[in-house]
């Protein structure tokens, strides 16, 4: 599928997404940053720690999954009015192969904007040594919510 | 869909699955524990605390997902050979409604338990004064890993 | 999770829903009979044919899903308001046996039903010989489409 | 998610996944056929019939999961070794906008492809007047079954 370009209605888009991310304090207790935003994109990195891991040292699934959440629903975000807001309805999330140490890169787009609903694919690679190996992959819908 | 009642093949299945779950660094940051450990089944709580919530308090999607599918791993290593490990291939949850405050309760069962693949369902609710209130299901791939 | 019981507000639900299930022409197609109704509950059975069927015989996947998928829609469609309408949004199935002969029975159950949003889940069963095994697992979210 | 470039086993792939392609009896009912096959990808192509549709007169979101089913199913086989065969484990598709009149086009392309499991991912559009309309995304696993 080819990824949409897309332009925010909302002037303040980044300033308005990095002020919802910085009040998630589940991505401040991983580590987790935004190191990319555009309209219709969110990119979140989260470098390797022990406590992140499940039994075998590998990221646990669920971390990976809590990146991966982020970043669509940041992405969904940018594309929102100035005063609605995101919740996530579902994901689903295959963990291709097991991501040990490095920096976990979750790379989210939006691959269709609705009046309600925006659903987004996400991409996650292990940064190591130069590399990128793919770990996971995500497909996730989410809700706009407007103020009442 | 009924669920199935199972017998462990491997006598140690109760100390050998909290030994490993005791080594997920994952669920130590996070403050989970397990509550309920039968064969087939599995329970994890995780009391509520800031830096696990998102930018509108309730815990955060991924945190939910991540004591679910440590829950469904769990569920699905109760039933497997002592040598053998588990990985999640995959999963899917739905976030029926925002969890805040309380204690998150994930309970894991086994709905099919094949050689390769373990297939569990698991419900997340949030406990508060008394109440219960679903907040979050679960559909999840397991695969077996076998010594070589 | 306990399957919560449901009341209608449309005192027609059952004729309603049915209407629409006969206006399915891919339901015509494969045979699918709505077996039990109720609010919040819709079953949907389907005798083997090789024309249903995959390259080993069995019933194929897209066929499972496909009454699957309707028997969710119509259980939430039991719950909706006389002229609303519902669209899925997205599923998820595992295929945990492949099913061969007998008949294909989807019991789907609305487990949350918000004012958009609604989730099901559905079992399916192929029944034979007087014996019902389990072959598929899907989750469900679908939408209410109001009348403007 | 940058698509690998594949390239099969078996020289014998073209062959061997149109032959069994031809033996499922489903896709003749609906009318499919493959349209393009190359080691890693599949594409299969439905015409629009009034029996192929839901209450309104769109595809069938079930019909729409069996091409695409059968789309991923076939792009994974394509790698297989000669004598494998190939099951849908699981899958989870979006409906992102209804498909009406036209041509369905599901366009699998393999993500992953592991000794035991290989993961897909569909996009599905409607041609119609010289326009493709993005109407479905699916994300899928499958496993290889080895002769004995």
Redesign the interface.
């Known amino acids: 599928?080819i990824e949409p370009r897309y332009k925010s209605e909302d002037p303040n888009w980044d300033a308005r997404v990095r002020a919802?991310?910085a009040?998630?304090?589940?991505?401040?207790?991983l580590g987790a940053k935004i190191s990319e935003l555009q309209p219709g994109n969110c990119t979140i990195e989260l470098p390797y720690?022990?406590?992140?891991?499940?039994?075998?040292g590998y990221f646990?699934?669920?971390?990976t999954?809590?990146?991966?959440?982020?970043a669509g629903?940041y992405a969904a975000l940018t594309l929102f009015p100035a005063l609605s807001?995101v919740?996530?309805?579902?994901?689903?999330?295959?963990?291709?192969?097991?991501a040990h140490g490095g920096t976990l890169v979750a790379e989210a787009c939006v691959?269709?904007s609705g009046r309600?609903?925006t659903?987004c694919?996400v991409?996650v690679c292990v940064e190591r040594d130069g590399e990128r190996i793919?770990c996971g992959?995500m497909?996730q819908?989410l809700?706009r919510i407007d103020p009442k």
């Open positions: 599928m919802s991310f009040k998630q304090g589940a991505m401040r207790l720690r022990d406590d992140l891991a499940q039994q075998h646990h699934a669920g971390i999954s809590a990146i991966a959440d982020s629903g807001d919740l996530t309805v579902e994901f689903k999330v295959n963990l291709i192969a097991p691959v269709r309600t609903l659903i694919t991409d793919p992959l497909q819908t809700i």
